[in-house]
């Protein structure tokens, strides 16, 4: 069985700083792993993901992840956070067949 | 441009009723999937159907059923509405092969 888990449910960080947002995976055979975003009263959209091929993903709006098979981890980073980065972050990983499992998300709140 | 819409928005319900919420997708995709999304659940998966008379439960099927009569629509049944079904109600849709699930804005459903 796959799973993720998301640390820290809140995130708040002040304009201009890193944001760092943690994911853990568990699978049983090499994983795809995805980021999605969801803005407020909205859908998910995905912001990137991993398929085996480059371990360091690169996404829309400045994100990227890196996959780390000795840790089991994606975390999600950028470099400088913009207000228009509030939302809330969700990890999710697939056993490559169709069906996604999600984390419980993490709120980002960014401090002007 | 191919889109996913959901209808309705909205939907106010009195425990016992039974409620269709709408999932139309202009991808032309074979895969879609109903999720609920609570407070520190995260998006849980509901049923997911991978092309014309397929559905399958996923991990939160009690209280609801599906029926995928053509490519385009998949409508999520609650059969006899509980207080416990109040969520917002997300569906998606992917390619056949294709792991990026692409949402609708999702339902906001409450049972009183």
């Known amino acids: 069985a796959q799973s993720v888990t998301q640390l820290g449910s809140h995130v708040s960080v002040s304009e201009g700083a890193l944001v760092l947002l943690r994911c853990n995976y568990s699978s049983s055979v090499p994983p795809y792993l995805f980021w999605y975003v969801q803005y407020p009263n909205q859908g998910l959209q995905l912001l990137l993901k991993y398929t085996s091929a480059a371990t360091l993903v690169k996404g829309i709006n400045g994100f990227e992840a890196e996959f780390k098979k000795s840790e089991t981890s994606f975390h999600l980073t950028k470099p400088s956070a913009h207000m228009s980065d509030a939302a809330e972050y969700f990890c999710?990983?697939?056993?490559?067949?169709?069906?996604?499992?999600f984390g419980t998300g993490t709120r980002l709140t960014i401090i002007p | 441009d191919a889109e996913i819409t959901q209808s309705p928005r909205h939907k106010i319900t009195e425990t016992g009723r039974q409620v269709t919420l709408a999932c139309h997708q202009t991808?032309?995709?074979?895969?879609m999937f109903w999720y609920r999304q609570d407070l520190g659940h995260g998006l849980r998966l509901i049923h997911y159907s991978y092309g014309v008379q397929d559905t399958n439960k996923g991990e939160v099927s009690d209280g609801y059923s599906v029926s995928r009569s053509n490519t385009e629509d998949l409508p999520l049944t609650l059969e006899s509405a509980a207080s416990s079904q109040t969520s917002v109600y997300f569906c998606a849709s992917s390619g056949q092969g294709e792991n990026i699930q692409y949402f609708g804005a999702g339902t906001r459903l409450s049972v009183l």
């Open positions: 991808w032309n995709h074979n895969n």
């Open positions: 999710a990983v697939s056993d490559r067949g169709e069906k996604l499992t």
